[in-house]
T-cell receptor, first 116, second 109 residues
């Protein structure tokens, strides 16, 4: 089945460490997204990419960076992790539809990150 | 003020009850309205998708959008234990989805 996968699924790290979360998809979609989910705050967009050469900041990009290595791969980095980056992180993909708007977003299983 | 407001619950109902979920929003540019379902330890998956105002029915699920009131609803009829999940509303005006906080629903057998 075409899918969205994320690695690692769980990660515990210490303040100041550099962390990379990886996302791969076999759906052939052009658009990829990184979200974080916090209790009571829902899903918030960190970064998004409409193709390999297109990277855009979302609403909470400070402290994060991304790399779109290929159409199928989109990684999220925390250069110097801090405790308030403890959250559930989701990667999502979508396909560009009519009028340039995307259709349904398909989410990966999530990465639970804890920063001590 | 958040763009999308959703009561996080939790909501607990007996099997067979009607579940009523809703969201309000402030951005009048939103045109596309969605409900995602998220099971524990899983990513969200699209449940219902509605464009502009009106009702949409899919099996036991009904989505309603009232753009004049900036209010959307999801109803689940004859609820089942398998409906126990977190339900997130989402809406889009341009290229970005804005999500509600999610309502956690438990259907008791």
């Amino acid at each position: 089945d075409a899918d969205v996968t994320q690695t690692p699924r769980n990660r515990i790290t210490k303040t100041g460490k550099r962390i990379m979360l990886e996302c791969s998809q076999t759906k052939g979609h052009d658009r990829m997204y990184w979200y974080r989910q916090d209790p009571g705050l829902g899903l918030r967009l960190i970064y998004y990419s409409f193709d390999v050469k297109d990277i855009n900041k979302g609403e909470i990009s400070d402290g994060y960076s991304v790399s779109r290595q290929a159409q199928a791969k989109f990684s999220l980095s925390l250069e110097s992790a801090i405790p308030n980056q403890t959250a559930l992180y989701f990667c999502a993909t979508s396909e560009t539809g009519l009028a340039g708007l995307d259709n349904e977003q398909f989410f990966g299983p999530g990465t639970r990150l804890t920063v001590l | 003020q958040k763009e999308v407001e959703q009561d996080p619950g939790p909501l607990s109902v007996p099997e067979g009850a009607i579940v009523s979920l809703n969201c309000t929003y402030s951005n009048s540019a939103f045109q596309y309205f969605m409900w995602y379902r998220q099971y524990s330890r899983k990513g969200p998956e699209l449940l219902m998708y509605t464009y502009s105002s009106g009702n949409k029915e899919d099996g036991r699920f009904t989505a309603q959008v009232d753009k004049s009131s900036k209010y959307i609803s999801l109803f689940i009829r004859d609820s089942q234990p398998s409906d126990s999940a977190t339900y997130l509303c989402a809406m889009r005006g341009d290229y970005k989805l804005s999500f509600g906080a999610g309502t956690t629903v438990t259907v008791r057998a």
